[in-house]
C-alpha cells in the first residue's frame, strides 16, 4: 500500500473534518495538489466558500496550493477582489451598487492587483493565519497560527506575526538547497512511501541517494 487515494475526498475513516482538498475543490480559478488537507470540524466540504475571500472570476487571480500541504482550520485567503481604489479622497466603492453611482467605476488599472497567490509543497499553514493578495510562500515554510502573510515568504522559513516576520529558517541554506534540487513531493507515491522514513527524519544523503 502506498497511501490513501488522492482522489478520495474524506481519507480519514470516521474523522470527515479532515479532508483532501482536491476533490473537494471546483473552481477554474483555484488549483491544488495532492494530498493537500484542509481540517475543519465544520467541514472541508466549505473550504471554498469559507477560506477563499473575494475571489471574482472577472479579476483573474488564481489561487493555486501545491502538494502535501497542511492547512488548518480558519485559513484564509484574500483574493485581489477584496482591492479598493485608493487613490481619490474616498475609499469607498460607490460604483458597485449602481443606481446612479456607475460613473465612478474604477478604469483598468485603477485598482490594485498583485497577482496569484502561490503556496508551495509541504507547506503548513497554522490556525486562523491570513494570506493577502499576490503572496507567493516557499515549499517547506511553516506559518504560524493567527499571522497575517503580507509579502512573500522564502522556502523552508518560518514566519508568524501581523505582520508575518521571518522567525527562523528550518535548516541551513545548503539544505534548503539540497531540499529543493531533490523535491520529493514530484516523485511518483510509491518511491515517496519507500523514502518516508528518510523524509521524515529529514535523512538528506538518503534522499539523494535515492534521486
Given at each position: 500500500m502506498h497511501g490513501p487515494s488522492p482522489d478520495q475526498a474524506y481519507p480519514l475513516p470516521?474523522?470527515?473534518q479532515v479532508g483532501f482538498l482536491k476533490p473537494l475543490v471546483s473552481a477554474p480559478n483555484v488549483v491544488v495538489g495532492d494530498y493537500t488537507y484542509y481540517d475543519d470540524p465544520d467541514g472541508p466540504e466549505h473550504f471554498l466558500a469559507r477560506c477563499v475571500?473575494?475571489?471574482?472570476?472577472?479579476?483573474?487571480?488564481k489561487l493555486v496550493i501545491g502538494k502535501f500541504c497542511a492547512l488548518a482550520r480558519g485559513v484564509r485567503f484574500v483574493m485581489n477582489g477584496a482591492n479598493h481604489r485608493i487613490a481619490g479622497f474616498s475609499t469607498y466603492p460607490f460604483y458597485i451598487f449602481g443606481t446612479g453611482w456607475e460613473s465612478a467605476a474604477p478604469q483598468p488599472g485603477d485598482l490594485p492587483y498583485k497577482g496569484d497567490t502561490v503556496i508551495g509543497h509541504d507547506v503548513?499553514?497554522?490556525?486562523?493565519?491570513?494570506i493577502m493578495p499576490g503572496v507567493q510562500i516557499g515549499h517547506g515554510a511553516i506559518v504560524a497560527a493567527c499571522s497575517v502573510v503580507t509579502k512573500d515568504v522564502p522556502p523552508y522559513a518560518v514566519v508568524g506575526g501581523n505582520p508575518a516576520q521571518l522567525i527562523r529558517y528550518?535548516?541551513?541554506q545548503d539544505v534548503v538547497s539540497r531540499l529543493l534540487q531533490i523535491a520529493w513531493w514530484d516523485w511518483p507515491v510509491e518511491k515517496v512511501t519507500k523514502n518516508l522514513k528518510s523524509i521524515v527524519g529529514a535523512d538528506i544523503a538518503a534522499l539523494e541517494s535515492a534521486t
Open positions: 470516521g474523522f470527515p475571500l473575494y475571489h471574482y472570476p472577472f479579476v483573474g487571480d503548513w499553514l497554522g490556525y486562523d493565519s491570513m528550518r535548516f541551513p
